[in-house]
Protein backbone atom coordinates (compact mmCIF):
# COMPACT_ATOMS: atom_id res chain seq x y z
CA UNK A 1 0.00 0.00 0.00
CA UNK A 2 1.56 3.45 -0.82
CA UNK A 3 1.66 6.37 1.66
CA UNK A 4 -0.97 8.50 -0.93
CA UNK A 5 -3.68 5.07 -0.02
CA UNK A 6 -2.40 4.51 3.52
CA UNK A 7 -3.14 8.62 4.14
CA UNK A 8 -6.41 8.20 2.28
CA UNK A 9 -8.10 5.63 4.34
CA UNK A 10 -6.52 7.09 7.68
CA UNK A 11 -8.47 9.74 6.56
CA UNK A 12 -11.53 8.36 5.29
CA UNK A 13 -11.46 6.31 8.63
CA UNK A 14 -11.73 9.30 10.62
CA UNK A 15 -14.09 11.31 8.87
CA UNK A 16 -16.69 8.33 8.91
CA UNK A 17 -16.02 8.05 13.07
CA UNK A 18 -16.94 11.75 13.74
CA UNK A 19 -19.67 12.42 10.81
CA UNK A 20 -20.67 12.54 7.47
CA UNK A 21 -19.82 15.77 5.68
CA UNK A 22 -17.29 17.66 3.10
CA UNK A 23 -15.09 19.53 6.03
CA UNK A 24 -12.18 18.38 7.42
CA UNK A 25 -11.13 18.68 11.22
CA UNK A 26 -14.32 17.30 12.40
CA UNK A 27 -13.57 16.21 15.80
CA UNK A 28 -14.08 20.16 16.19
CA UNK A 29 -17.45 19.88 16.23
CA UNK A 30 -17.76 16.59 18.53
CA UNK A 31 -19.78 18.52 21.46
CA UNK A 32 -18.50 18.22 25.44
CA UNK A 33 -19.77 18.35 28.60
CA UNK A 34 -21.95 15.41 29.98
CA UNK A 35 -24.86 18.73 31.33
CA UNK A 36 -25.44 20.24 27.12
CA UNK A 37 -25.33 16.30 25.94
CA UNK A 38 -28.13 14.74 28.66
CA UNK A 39 -29.86 18.56 27.13
CA UNK A 40 -29.44 17.06 23.26
CA UNK A 41 -26.44 19.47 23.41
CA UNK A 42 -28.53 22.23 23.00
CA UNK A 43 -26.02 25.46 25.25
CA UNK A 44 -25.39 28.14 22.76
CA UNK A 45 -28.63 30.57 24.58
CA UNK A 46 -27.59 29.06 28.23
CA UNK A 47 -23.72 28.98 28.15
CA UNK A 48 -23.49 29.51 32.10
CA UNK A 49 -20.89 27.01 33.14
CA UNK A 50 -17.34 26.79 32.21
CA UNK A 51 -18.26 24.71 28.73
CA UNK A 52 -19.15 28.12 27.53
CA UNK A 53 -15.48 28.28 26.38
CA UNK A 54 -16.79 25.71 23.92
CA UNK A 55 -20.48 26.70 23.11
CA UNK A 56 -21.03 30.46 23.59
CA UNK A 57 -17.82 32.44 24.55
CA UNK A 58 -19.92 35.24 25.40
CA UNK A 59 -21.68 32.92 28.13
CA UNK A 60 -18.27 33.68 30.45
CA UNK A 61 -19.82 36.86 31.56
CA UNK A 62 -22.65 34.73 33.23
CA UNK A 63 -20.02 33.15 35.40
CA UNK A 64 -19.62 34.54 38.91
CA UNK A 65 -16.77 32.86 40.39
CA UNK A 66 -14.00 30.76 38.71
CA UNK A 67 -15.08 27.21 37.36
CA UNK A 68 -13.24 24.29 35.50
CA UNK A 69 -14.61 21.09 34.62
CA UNK A 70 -13.06 17.18 33.26
CA UNK A 71 -15.22 15.50 30.43
CA UNK A 72 -14.28 12.05 29.59
CA UNK A 73 -16.25 9.46 27.47
CA UNK A 74 -15.53 6.14 25.11
CA UNK A 75 -16.31 7.51 22.24
CA UNK A 76 -18.98 5.65 19.71
CA UNK A 77 -18.35 2.39 21.68
CA UNK A 78 -20.59 0.84 19.08
CA UNK A 79 -18.36 1.23 16.77
CA UNK A 80 -15.11 0.99 17.98
CA UNK A 81 -13.80 -0.27 21.60
CA UNK A 82 -10.26 2.04 21.92
CA UNK A 83 -11.77 5.56 20.89
CA UNK A 84 -12.13 8.37 23.58
CA UNK A 85 -12.78 11.56 23.69
CA UNK A 86 -11.44 14.05 26.94
CA UNK A 87 -12.21 17.90 27.39
CA UNK A 88 -10.68 20.29 30.17
CA UNK A 89 -11.92 23.59 30.46
CA UNK A 90 -11.74 26.55 32.69
CA UNK A 91 -13.57 30.14 32.77
CA UNK A 92 -12.77 33.21 35.37
CA UNK A 93 -13.88 36.39 35.93
CA UNK A 94 -11.18 38.98 34.65
CA UNK A 95 -11.27 42.66 35.76
CA UNK A 96 -14.87 44.22 35.90
CA UNK A 97 -17.41 43.49 32.85
CA UNK A 98 -14.76 40.92 31.51
CA UNK A 99 -14.15 37.09 31.57
CA UNK A 100 -11.66 34.70 30.49
CA UNK A 101 -11.34 30.60 29.40
CA UNK A 102 -10.18 27.90 27.56
CA UNK A 103 -9.97 24.28 26.94
CA UNK A 104 -8.25 21.88 25.79
CA UNK A 105 -9.60 18.72 23.52
CA UNK A 106 -8.18 15.48 23.25
CA UNK A 107 -9.71 12.30 20.81
CA UNK A 108 -8.11 9.50 20.79
CA UNK A 109 -8.59 7.04 17.48
CA UNK A 110 -7.30 4.19 18.87
CA UNK A 111 -4.88 1.50 17.30
CA UNK A 112 -5.24 0.37 13.71
CA UNK A 113 -3.33 -2.18 11.89
CA UNK A 114 -1.95 -1.26 8.72
CA UNK A 115 -1.39 -4.19 5.86
CA UNK A 116 0.51 -3.93 2.33
CA UNK A 117 -1.34 -4.77 -1.14
CA UNK A 118 -0.28 -8.09 -0.07
CA UNK A 119 -1.97 -8.24 3.59
CA UNK A 120 1.28 -7.85 4.99
CA UNK A 121 1.36 -6.96 8.37
CA UNK A 122 2.80 -3.57 9.07
CA UNK A 123 2.91 -3.03 12.54
CA UNK A 124 -0.24 -1.16 14.38
CA UNK A 125 -0.27 2.92 14.25
CA UNK A 126 -1.94 5.04 16.77
CA UNK A 127 -3.75 8.70 15.57
CA UNK A 128 -4.77 11.55 17.21
CA UNK A 129 -6.43 14.92 17.21
CA UNK A 130 -6.20 17.80 19.55
CA UNK A 131 -7.00 21.28 19.86
CA UNK A 132 -6.20 24.22 22.66
CA UNK A 133 -8.80 27.19 22.71
CA UNK A 134 -8.37 30.23 24.51
CA UNK A 135 -11.36 32.44 25.19
CA UNK A 136 -12.26 35.96 26.07
CA UNK A 137 -15.82 38.00 27.09
CA UNK A 138 -16.89 41.75 28.21
CA UNK A 139 -20.13 42.83 28.45
CA UNK A 140 -21.77 45.08 26.26
CA UNK A 141 -24.24 46.11 28.88
CA UNK A 142 -26.24 44.48 32.05
CA UNK A 143 -27.43 42.60 29.54
CA UNK A 144 -25.48 41.25 26.63
CA UNK A 145 -21.75 40.71 26.00
CA UNK A 146 -19.49 39.37 23.51
CA UNK A 147 -16.96 36.75 23.32
CA UNK A 148 -14.25 35.39 21.05
CA UNK A 149 -12.11 31.89 20.87
CA UNK A 150 -8.72 31.71 19.70
CA UNK A 151 -7.65 28.02 18.77
CA UNK A 152 -4.95 26.06 17.50
CA UNK A 153 -5.72 22.32 16.80
CA UNK A 154 -3.74 19.04 15.45
CA UNK A 155 -4.67 16.14 13.60
CA UNK A 156 -1.78 13.24 14.10
CA UNK A 157 -2.28 10.32 11.64
CA UNK A 158 0.90 8.15 12.35
CA UNK A 159 1.94 5.11 10.66
CA UNK A 160 4.80 2.63 11.53
CA UNK A 161 7.93 3.10 9.26
CA UNK A 162 9.09 5.82 7.72
CA UNK A 163 5.00 7.14 7.52
CA UNK A 164 4.01 9.96 9.49
CA UNK A 165 1.08 12.29 8.55
CA UNK A 166 -0.24 15.37 10.59
CA UNK A 167 -2.10 18.74 9.93
CA UNK A 168 -2.07 21.63 12.14
CA UNK A 169 -3.88 25.10 11.85
CA UNK A 170 -5.86 28.09 13.58
CA UNK A 171 -9.16 29.17 13.80
CA UNK A 172 -11.39 31.73 15.59
CA UNK A 173 -14.99 31.74 16.66
CA UNK A 174 -17.51 34.82 18.01
CA UNK A 175 -20.39 35.06 20.06
CA UNK A 176 -22.85 37.25 21.45
CA UNK A 177 -25.07 36.31 24.69
CA UNK A 178 -28.63 38.64 25.29
CA UNK A 179 -30.34 38.05 28.42
CA UNK A 180 -34.30 39.26 28.97
CA UNK A 181 -34.83 38.90 25.12
CA UNK A 182 -37.67 40.53 23.96
CA UNK A 183 -38.25 41.96 27.36
CA UNK A 184 -39.02 38.61 29.32
CA UNK A 185 -36.95 38.30 32.08
CA UNK A 186 -37.09 34.66 31.21
CA UNK A 187 -35.56 33.85 28.08
CA UNK A 188 -32.21 34.23 27.13
CA UNK A 189 -30.65 34.58 23.15
CA UNK A 190 -27.32 33.35 22.03
CA UNK A 191 -25.45 33.84 18.49
CA UNK A 192 -22.18 31.94 17.36
CA UNK A 193 -20.22 31.81 14.34
CA UNK A 194 -17.10 28.91 14.87
CA UNK A 195 -14.70 27.56 13.44
CA UNK A 196 -13.40 30.27 10.96
CA UNK A 197 -10.48 29.75 9.21
CA UNK A 198 -8.28 27.99 5.93
CA UNK A 199 -8.99 24.96 5.23
CA UNK A 200 -6.62 21.64 6.46
CA UNK A 201 -4.74 19.22 3.92
CA UNK A 202 -2.67 16.38 4.63
CA UNK A 203 0.99 15.09 2.89
CA UNK A 204 -0.14 18.27 0.06
CA UNK A 205 -3.34 16.28 -0.63
CA UNK A 206 -6.26 18.19 -1.40
CA UNK A 207 -7.57 20.83 1.16
CA UNK A 208 -10.52 20.38 3.30
CA UNK A 209 -12.92 23.28 4.45
CA UNK A 210 -12.58 23.75 8.67
CA UNK A 211 -16.97 22.67 9.66
CA UNK A 212 -17.90 26.52 9.94
CA UNK A 213 -21.21 26.69 11.65
CA UNK A 214 -23.76 29.29 12.46
CA UNK A 215 -25.69 29.19 16.06
CA UNK A 216 -28.81 30.35 16.99
CA UNK A 217 -29.49 29.08 20.54
CA UNK A 218 -32.74 30.24 23.07
CA UNK A 219 -33.38 29.16 26.68
CA UNK A 220 -36.09 29.85 28.49
CA UNK A 221 -36.81 29.49 32.39
CA UNK A 222 -40.18 27.25 33.45
CA UNK A 223 -41.87 26.25 36.69
CA UNK A 224 -40.82 29.33 38.51
CA UNK A 225 -37.57 28.44 37.57
CA UNK A 226 -36.83 25.04 38.29
CA UNK A 227 -37.14 24.21 34.56
CA UNK A 228 -34.86 24.63 31.87
CA UNK A 229 -35.70 24.60 27.97
CA UNK A 230 -33.16 25.08 25.66
CA UNK A 231 -33.16 25.02 21.66
CA UNK A 232 -29.97 25.37 19.15
CA UNK A 233 -30.25 25.54 15.44
CA UNK A 234 -26.92 24.89 13.93
CA UNK A 235 -26.52 25.82 10.07
CA UNK A 236 -23.42 23.93 8.87
CA UNK A 237 -22.01 26.25 5.98
CA UNK A 238 -19.98 23.77 3.88
CA UNK A 239 -22.44 21.08 3.98
CA UNK A 240 -25.69 23.42 4.36
CA UNK A 241 -27.42 21.27 6.46
CA UNK A 242 -29.41 22.25 9.74
CA UNK A 243 -28.82 20.85 12.69
CA UNK A 244 -31.38 21.05 15.74
CA UNK A 245 -30.96 20.21 19.05
CA UNK A 246 -33.40 20.73 21.79
CA UNK A 247 -33.13 19.83 25.11
CA UNK A 248 -35.24 20.34 28.80
CA UNK A 249 -33.48 20.60 32.42
CA UNK A 250 -35.39 20.08 35.25
CA UNK A 251 -34.21 20.67 39.08
CA UNK A 252 -35.67 18.39 42.21
CA UNK A 253 -33.59 20.60 44.22
CA UNK A 254 -30.93 22.63 44.46
CA UNK A 255 -28.71 19.76 44.46
CA UNK A 256 -30.29 17.42 41.94
CA UNK A 257 -30.87 17.58 38.37
CA UNK A 258 -33.12 15.81 35.63
CA UNK A 259 -32.06 16.45 31.89
CA UNK A 260 -33.31 14.81 28.45
CA UNK A 261 -32.95 16.31 24.59
CA UNK A 262 -32.77 15.42 21.25
CA UNK A 263 -30.52 15.61 18.21
CA UNK A 264 -31.70 15.85 14.55
CA UNK A 265 -30.16 17.06 11.19
CA UNK A 266 -31.95 18.19 8.06
CA UNK A 267 -30.11 15.45 5.89
CA UNK A 268 -31.30 12.99 8.39
CA UNK A 269 -28.01 11.09 8.88
CA UNK A 270 -27.74 12.43 12.75
CA UNK A 271 -31.02 11.47 15.36
CA UNK A 272 -30.47 10.23 18.72
CA UNK A 273 -31.85 11.13 22.42
CA UNK A 274 -30.16 11.65 25.67
CA UNK A 275 -30.96 11.17 29.23
CA UNK A 276 -28.64 12.99 31.76
CA UNK A 277 -28.74 13.81 35.77
CA UNK A 278 -26.44 15.87 37.46
CA UNK A 279 -25.58 15.93 41.21
CA UNK A 280 -23.75 19.30 42.93
CA UNK A 281 -22.81 19.90 46.63
CA UNK A 282 -21.45 22.63 47.37
CA UNK A 283 -19.18 23.93 45.31
CA UNK A 284 -18.15 20.28 42.98
CA UNK A 285 -21.04 19.09 40.48
CA UNK A 286 -21.06 15.75 38.79
CA UNK A 287 -23.37 15.25 35.40
CA UNK A 288 -24.02 11.73 33.49
CA UNK A 289 -25.34 11.44 30.38
CA UNK A 290 -26.50 8.42 28.17
CA UNK A 291 -27.33 8.61 24.65
CA UNK A 292 -29.73 6.56 22.99
CA UNK A 293 -29.74 5.72 19.47
CA UNK A 294 -31.03 2.93 16.97
CA UNK A 295 -28.00 -0.18 16.98
CA UNK A 296 -26.51 0.88 14.10
CA UNK A 297 -26.13 4.44 15.17
CA UNK A 298 -22.70 4.68 16.36
CA UNK A 299 -23.81 7.28 18.61
CA UNK A 300 -26.05 4.63 20.86
CA UNK A 301 -24.61 3.86 24.42
CA UNK A 302 -22.63 6.67 24.65
CA UNK A 303 -21.93 7.48 27.89
CA UNK A 304 -20.39 10.89 29.04
CA UNK A 305 -19.38 11.99 32.19
CA UNK A 306 -18.20 15.36 33.87
CA UNK A 307 -16.47 16.81 36.86
CA UNK A 308 -16.76 20.16 37.79
CA UNK A 309 -16.05 22.44 40.33
CA UNK A 310 -15.97 26.50 41.58
CA UNK A 311 -14.36 28.67 44.01
Same mark, same amino acid.
Given at each position: MTKKNILLTLILFSQFLLAQGSAGSLFLSVNPGARASGMGEANIGIANDAYATYYNPAGLTNIPNKEFSFMHTSYLPNLVD?? /??? +???FAMPFRENEAIGGHFTYLNLGDQTATDLNNTNLGTFSSYMYALNLS?????? $?? /???? %? &?GKYFLQELAVTGDFDASSSNFAIDVGY +??????? $?? &?? $??? %???? &??GPGVSFDDG???????KFGLGTSLFLFEGKGLAALDLNYEVNDKTMIANLGFEYSVSEQIFLRAGMVSDSAGEVNYSSLGFGFKLESIGFDLSYLLANEFDPHSDMLKFSLSGSF
Open positions: DM /SYD +FLTYAKKID $NQ /SSWG %L &N +FKHNAFD $NP &NL $NIG %LVLT &NIEEDPLPT
